[in-house]
């Protein structure tokens, strides 16, 4: 028997499990369980992510200079207060690894992404959620989480897996109401999506603060979860700091060229925009008609909440939808038992899902 011991915390994380792609008998699936663009990949990032294999036996920029350089072009940032990752999530884990340790606590809301206790366990803190109100995030109950050993909190605006948002206004209250030594990481993974006048990424704190930062992602409006490219936007000594705990070469070459393709594609962004514009609001009304909850407001994806009736709940409503070739993702992990989430696909598919649903509810 080995007496190798993993430092305390890490046999306390329950691993991240993706979304499946696969079903047993099906050729065809369709897959709603990830939030992936429904358009599929931009085609001139695919197109520049190919073009690199004959030079896979070099080493990528280890500072993704001409990402994010791409980057603050298209938002009007500074490049060298941005930071690139492995997808956001490989942030996440490197601002906890950064800035929490044993005796530290992270703290997070309820329903907030899994990622987030996950990342604080691994770096040997401690995740602590406050409590939502009707699935979104409450600031003063999160004010009230805090302790002397809080030291990151993470806010995910708009939030995943609920697609509920915070006003600015609130997001301000919450830094307001931290100390200064209290590290906010405004993850706004899905902030192409929105349009609403209340609404700001985070740019504005991180400009004005020197403890907040702001995380985004390639993976949802850009269509490339499977490149893994994130990226950071900070104050000088947050990204410091991050530069100098990161790998060498975090980001893949292929990864680097298919990002710069993508945002110099802005009209792709849009035809994804459009289409979500369309599609998420028919989602919502259709799925309301059957009589099923639906408390999402923005976003990519649909948060449903079932009854809790025996053959009607969620859990069977996942296996009717399974046995009819679609994946949607159970949220139990998230303390949503009640829930399945439901991506933004095609039309084709917006409608197989919600005619098989109308079918399950009888």
Not at 75 to 84: E, F
Not at 284 to 307: A, H, K, S, Y
Request: proline share 6%; aromatic share 6%.
């Amino acid at each position: 028997m080995s007496k190798l011991t993993p430092r305390p915390g890490i046999m306390d994380i329950t691993p991240y499990v993706g979304g499946e792609s696969k079903l047993a008998g099906f050729t065809r699936v369709i897959k709603l369980a990830s939030n992936e663009g429904a358009l599929g990949p931009n085609p001139k990032a695919a197109e520049a992510y190919r073009s690199v294999a004959s030079e896979l036996h070099r080493y990528p920029d280890g500072s993704c200079a001409e990402v994010r350089q791409a980057i603050a072009a298209r938002y009007g940032l500074d490049a060298d207060r941005i930071v690139c990752g492995a997808g956001s999530d490989e942030l996440i884990t490197m601002l906890a690894r950064s800035y929490a340790g044993p005796g530290d606590e992270v703290l997070y809301s309820r329903h907030g992404f899994l990622m987030y206790p996950i990342a604080a366990k691994s770096a040997g803190a401690t995740p602590v959620a406050a409590p939502e109100a009707d699935l979104r995030t409450d600031v003063d109950a999160m004010l009230s989480k805090v302790s002397p050993r809080t030291r990151l909190v993470y806010l995910a605006n708009p939030n995943n897996p609920t697609g509920t948002c915070l006003p600015t206004s609130e997001v301000k209250r919450l830094r307001e109401g931290l100390r200064d030594d209290i590290l906010l990481v405004i993850d706004a993974a899905y902030a192409e999506y929105i349009s609403r006048n209340d609404y700001e990424p985070g740019v504005e704190l991180a400009d004005a603060t020197d403890n907040t930062v702001m995380l985004r992602t390639f993976s949802k409006i850009h269509a490339l979860g499977g490149a893994r490219l994130g990226w950071c936007y900070g104050p000088a000594n947050v990204i410091d700091v991050l530069n100098r705990v990161r790998n060498p070469f975090n980001v893949s070459a292929p990864a680097q060229a298919a990002g710069v393709a993508a945002l110099s594609d802005p009209a792709f962004m849009q035809r994804s925009k459009t289409h979500n514009d369309v599609w998420h609001p028919w989602l919502i009304e259709n799925l309301r008609g059957l009589g099923l909850e639906v408390p999402t407001e923005v976003c990519n994806f649909v948060l449903v909440r079932f009854p809790k009736q025996s053959g009607r709940d969620a859990d069977a409503a996942d296996a009717y939808l399974r046995g009819r070739g679609i994946i949607a993702r159970k949220v139990g992990a998230y303390g949503l038992g009640d829930c399945l989430r439901i991506t933004v696909g095609l039309e084709e598919e917006n409608r197989a899902v919600v005619d098989t649903l109308r079918a399950f509810m009888g």
